[in-house]
């Protein structure tokens, strides 16, 4: 079978790739599109670490097609932040430790804003709840938690002050 | 795994031709978030997938009536964001929202999770107590199935080669109904039912209870429709006795396996608490409109 052509939207970037039909969309951004933010830890839907955003949802990129993703947006890491600059999230999970190895940052990072979105002011629960399907094997939690409460109060007086981010 | 076709149909007969050629092995691929799984580790392995997101009778849903007909590919994440839906069937929306993460909601179905036909699904004793039906469509036509009638067994359905179920049917609620859907895990979040309790009822203007439907997941080979259940509730006011009623019936009925989540006597005795609360919690709802 010929690989399949497929033309779809990565963090505002039109990408074409090549790909076999049952490639999962995580195997295409790391290994074709050389964009090795996202992580497989598990290839079965269960450790969130391949976590995107496609046409606004949070999805697993390795429960999602490659092929499927023709005409999608696709949102990962690469476009959450620069090095100059950070994410208000990025800069919270620095400066509190909210990460160890890193494995499970950018799934973690991407779902967290994926719910600050949605609700700019989440309680501890809704945020252990939200991140459930993100599993660390580091950090314990809990400074994922304090992180992602950090950045929210920072987004939320943003936005108060006019500011997008 | 070679030679592996991919097809995106953008009708129904289109997929129907793909699904019933007796020539090749295909799956259907909606939420993916069962079929990615099988795939990659050789458990299915098809000779196509048909992807059947771009066919838009089954994508979204509506409501004539009061009767909600759901499209088979839409995610459970739409439905958790559809308000009237949510305040209408909040016994079907406890089951669906159990169906994995965040991340596994933007993408799985209510029907994915009824045809990969586990027992221990935790959207489908829900949809049963509501009296879903599933719409299916396939080379001889159309017909109409109850929800109880689609899991014959684990891992079994009665759909036929080529048949596809295009949406979910829910019907038009009268005043003072109410759902709950309730059930036990080892972890509060991200695990697989030991035993899942729902409970549909409709109280009339006095508070008793006129119709109910009980159904039970992960206590036998098929989810069960339990009519003893729905008695001991019919003709009361759902009070103590008829709760203790309804958990001994459910208990009854119960036939589980021992497994490493539970041992049978385990699943017997909670089923019952299980079912228990989840009447109290529905009967409350019942009151409430
Ligand atoms: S790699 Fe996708 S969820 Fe673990
Ligand atoms: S920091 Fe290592 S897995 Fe989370």
Redesign the pocket.
């Known amino acids: 079978m010929a690989k399949a052509h497929v033309t779809t939207t990565v963090n505002g970037d039109e990408y074409e790739f090549l790909c076999e039909p049952q490639q999962s969309l995580v195997n295409v951004l790391r290994d074709e599109l050389r964009l090795s933010g996202t992580k497989e830890g598990c290839s079965t839907g269960d450790c969130g ?1 391949c976590s995107v955003m496609m046409d606004d949802r949070l999805v697993c990129s390795c429960l999602v097609l490659a092929v499927e993703t023709e005409g999608k947006h696709i949102e990962t890491i690469e476009g959450m932040g620069t090095a100059e600059n950070l994410h208000p999230l990025q800069r919270r999970f620095l400066e509190i430790n ?8 950018p799934g ?1 990072l991407v779902a967290a804003k994926a719910l600050l979105k949605k609700n700019p002011n989440p309680t501890e629960t809704e945020i252990r709840f939200w991140l459930a399907g993100n ?5 314990g939690y809990d400074k ?1 938690i304090r992180s992602v409460q950090a950045a929210a109060e920072d987004l939320r007086k943003d936005k108060s002050n006019g500011n997008h981010s | 795994m070679d030679q592996v076709r991919y097809e995106a149909p953008e009708t129904l007969d289109a997929a129907i031709a793909l699904l019933s050629d007796d020539t090749t092995a295909s799956t259907i691929f909606a939420g993916g978030t069962d079929v990615m799984v099988q795939l990659h580790s050789d458990l299915i392995e098809p000779e196509v997938i048909v992807n059947v997101k771009n066919i838009p009778d089954l994508i979204g849903i509506e409501e004539i009536g009061g009767v909600y007909t759901i499209g088979a590919a839409t995610p459970v994440a739409e439905l958790q964001e559809h308000k009237e839906f949510c305040e209408a069937w909040p016994g079907v929306i406890e089951g669906a929202e159990l169906i994995g993460s965040v991340q596994v909601k933007g993408r799985s179905t209510i029907v994915g999770n009824l045809c990969n036909a586990s027992p221990a699904a935790d959207s489908v004793p829900p949809s049963i107590a509501a009296g879903a039906t599933v719409n299916i469509v396939g080379p001889n036509g159309k017909r109409k199935v109850a929800v109880e009638d689609i899991v014959t067994g684990p891992r079994q359905t009665s759909l036929k080669k080529g048949e596809i179920i295009v949406s979910t049917t829910f019907p038009a609620r009268p005043p003072h109904s109410g759902d709950a859907y309730l059930r036990l895990t080892p972890r509060t979040e991200m695990d697989i039912a030991i035993v899942g309790a729902a409970v549909n009822l409709t109280l009339d203007d006095l508070g008793i209870c006129t119709t109910a439907r009980v159904s039970l997941g992960a206590v036998a080979p098929k989810f069960l429709l339990v009519e003893e259940c729905a008695n001991a509730l019919i003709g009361t006011r759902v009070d103590k006795n008829a709760l203790y009623a309804l958990g001994k019936a459910a208990s009854d009925a119960a036939d589980p396996i021992s497994d490493k989540r539970g041992t049978r006597d385990y699943r017997v005795k909670t089923i019952a608490v299980m079912t228990l609360r989840a009447a109290e919690r529905a009967v409350k709802r019942a009151r409430e409109n």
């Open positions: 670490a909210g990460l160890q190895c890193g494995i499970c940052t973690i599993l660390c094997r580091c950090t994922i």
